[in-house]
């Protein structure tokens, strides 16, 4: 059993039942394309007790590997630890790799990260963005893995797939099939968004306590919107919970809150549904500027005008120092109004 990451409320216990079998697929996948092997060192910058952490964890003690740990993240603590340690593989989440291109260049330059093959993020979404500054700023070792406490390891998407299409999640693994379906529960085909659905060995058994996801014909309900393309590549839009429906156009924040972080002037970003009296919904986007930087929202308004559809531009900004996240670095939607008292306009500089 394994906690969910409680992002939408309490976290949950997800029960599995054991048996090797049902997991070889996956294990064979990571092994053959990740460079993963027997006796290499491994920094796990993940908490232990989550899925991700704890799925490494034993991972590298199965294949006699050294371990290394830290009680906190620390960003420049993990690159010193990837020099001092001569890491080979790094466990990660996406907020911690933007953390990690934001250690200053010379910094980065002056320890040497030879040893450094692979970096696997999962957790949260990874973004084209954020997959594209981190190959260039640490070369193709980033490999990005999707799955959930629910369904397992769903799919990964190695640095050449990231290098094709940045924003992909990947292909399933062994024995993993993906279906995307549509609202009358009939499977749509490629480029058709949809309710990502899969079938593997790693689904869980229940919630620990009662409930389950739906299931079709075998496929268990990941809870996120996607595609899949021509070439069987899963792209996710978001997570199903998340969808805005403002004046009656589906907005799914991801989109929104990847184009925001790309901002010069942004760290990070996240972006919700306030109730509105004229369209039902509108989007609220809570904003963490660059220290030392000054960050206007008529600025922001028009750089997203470019690069997202006129009506997935926020209405209201709120700056503030920081997003409320649990231990994996999830942001916290249902705690974000309590970041501000209010919503601020104008000229905000970053601390």
């Known amino acids: 059993m394994i906690l969910t990451s409680g992002t939408t409320g309490a976290p949950k216990g997800a029960a599995r039942k054991p048996g090797f079998q049902s997991q070889s697929g996956a294990l064979r996948t990571l092994l053959t394309r990740v460079p993963f092997r027997a006796g290499c060192v491994v920094l796990v910058a993940p908490p232990l007790f989550h899925g991700m952490g704890f799925a490494y964890l034993n991972l590298s003690m199965f294949l006699g590997s050294t371990v290394v740990v830290r009680r906190r993240f620390d960003p420049r603590a993990v690159l010193e630890d990837i020099a001092r340690h001569r890491a080979s593989v790094v466990i990660a989440v996406p907020s911690m790799l933007r953390q990690l291109l934001d250690v200053p260049e010379p910094v980065r330059a002056n320890l040497d990260l030879s040893s450094l093959r692979a970096v696997l993020t999962s957790g949260a ?75 593997s060995g790693l689904a869980f058994s229940g919630y620990v306590g009662g409930g389950s996801k739906e299931v079709i014909d075998g496929f268990m309900d990941s809870g996120d919107v996607g595609r899949l393309d021509a070439a069987g590549r899963l792209f996710v839009d978001g997570r199903a919970d998340d969808l805005v429906i403002s004046g009656g156009e589906k907005v799914y924040p991801a989109e929104v809150e990847e184009a925001l972080a790309s901002h010069p002037g942004i760290t990070e970003a996240a972006v919700v549904g306030v109730p509105d009296e004229r369209f039902g919904q509108r989007l609220r986007a809570f904003v963490v500027p660059r220290p030392g930087v000054a960050v206007r929202e008529e600025e922001l308004r028009a750089y997203l005008k470019d690069r997202v559809a006129r009506f997935k531009v926020p209405r209201d900004f709120v700056f503030v120092g920081e997003l409320p996240k649990n231990a994996l670095g999830k942001v916290l939607r249902r705690d974000l109004d309590r970041t501000s008292s209010g919503i601020v306009t104008g000229d905000i500089e970053g601390h």
């Open 125 to 199: 979404s990874l973004g084209a963005e954020l997959a594209t500054k981190f190959q260039a700023a640490f070369g193709p070792c980033l490999f990005n893995l999707y799955g959930s406490s629910e369904i397992g390891f769903g799919a990964i998407a190695a640095p050449a797939d990231l290098l094709a299409a940045p924003g992909t999640v990947g292909y399933p693994p062994a024995d993993t099939e993906i279906r995307i379906f549509g609202h009358d529960g009939q499977p749509l085909e490629a480029g058709k968004v949809g309710w990502v659905f899969l079938r």
